[in-house]
């Protein structure tokens, strides 16, 4: 098969190329396509293009001209204090993929979408995919995400054709991720090292996060791809994250601070462009819902081969050690280069990244 992957140089995007390489025609579609790219990310023909930018339709299509399959990953996490271009990026960016899927007749989608799209929950017992998509309104992303639904909705009504595959994983991660997510989650000038070195993680007891592993959810792709399997499918691994899975994970002391101290601290120290995670992060940290993910097991064969603690604490040992790959997504994290960028274009959270 042809597959087009946007986002493929990307925490998702990578382990994906891993998974299909060898087997598949692949075009990865990146904002910025890796330089000198290395294994399997060098059996990629990649294409530039910018998904926030209109401009990015034609590119679009050109790539998907004659593709038996598109695969939506790419995403934008930051600027968080630039709402315009992250919705431009997310949701702007899913209706310029759709446009062109359209245009070109292909016949398969999967768009990555994420528990983040669902509804606030109501309990801890795990919801299946007819759970409502509505989001939770204060957190950007997740808004987002629910948004890029809402989109997939009317594409599906306007193009019966075009088999739409639904994918809602919980937070995913894997070791090379660690330098990206160190760039999004900490203060550009905080060494890698205090990942190890937190003493107390003061956060609220209830806190419960479905995880998984970055190659479980390329399974899942490219099962959903070789089953043509429409609609939507959870993805997570057993057991559900709780606080003293994390705080194991750190190797600190668990203290418990209720939700909205934690908010409010996170949005003091963001709105002072201290560091950049937004406080939307937090209300979908306590909102979102666990994951039933039976359909994936029983429609398309579907089972988590890591655990999720064995996934928390690759990821946290991926972010004290800056594991990266070789593509712009996944560069490595210097503190160099982050007090260059600091000094001579702001917090990360303020501008587009490079």
């Excluded at 059996?43 to 998904?51: Q, R, S």
């Excluded at 204090?81 to 993929?97: K, N």
């Excluded at 997939?152 to 090379?176: K, M, N």
């Excluded at 064995?310 to 503190?335: H, I, K, Q």
């Amino acid at each position: 098969m042809r597959i087009v992957i946007t986002g493929a140089s990307g925490n998702v995007g990578t382990a994906l190329v891993r998974r299909l390489a060898g087997h598949h025609d692949l075009v990865g579609v990146v904002r910025r396509p890796p330089t000198d790219p290395e294994g399997s990310l060098a059996e990629v023909e990649w294409v530039a293009a910018d998904l926030a930018d209109d401009t990015a339709v034609a590119v679009l299509r050109r790539a998907c001209a004659g593709a038996d399959a598109v695969v939506h990953l790419a995403w934008g996490f930051q600027p968080s204090h630039r709402l315009d271009l992250m919705a431009e990026t997310g949701v702007g960016g899913t209706d310029r993929v759709l446009t062109a899927v359209g245009a070109e007749s292909v016949p398969h989608l999967v768009h990555m979408s994420s528990v983040g799209a669902y509804s606030p929950r109501q309990d801890s017992r795990p919801v299946t995919e007819e759970w409502p998509t509505a989001g939770v309104p204060s957190s950007p992303y997740s808004s987002h995400k629910a948004a890029a639904e809402r989109l997939l909705d009317r594409f599906e009504s306007d193009h019966a054709a075009t088999v739409v595959t639904r994918l809602r994983p919980g937070i995913i991660g894997q070791r090379a991720a660690g330098s990206a997510l160190l760039r999004y989650g900490l203060p550009a000038l905080a060494p890698a090292a205090l990942v190890r070195l937190l003493p107390l993680l003061p956060v609220d007891r209830t806190l419960e996060i479905p995880f998984v592993h970055a190659d479980d959810v390329a399974d899942a792709v490219a099962r959903a791809l070789e089953a043509g399997a429409p609609g939507a499918f959870n993805l997570a691994a057993e057991p559900v994250l709780t606080v003293e899975h994390i705080a194991a994970a750190l190797g600190a002391r668990h203290v418990h601070v209720p939700a909205p101290v934690v908010r409010a601290a996170v949005a003091g120290s963001w709105h002072a462009r201290l560091q950049p995670l937004d406080p939307g992060w937090i209300d979908l940290a306590f909102s979102v819902p666990l994951l039933d993910c039976s359909r994936a097991r029983s429609e398309l064969g579907w089972e988590p081969t890591v655990d999720a603690v064995t996934v928390l604490d690759e990821v946290v040992a991926g972010m004290a050690d800056r594991s990266s790959r070789p593509t712009p997504a996944l560069r490595p994290r210097t503190l160099v280069d982050l007090a260059r960028r600091f000094v001579t274009d702001g917090p990360v959270s303020s501008r587009r990244l490079p």
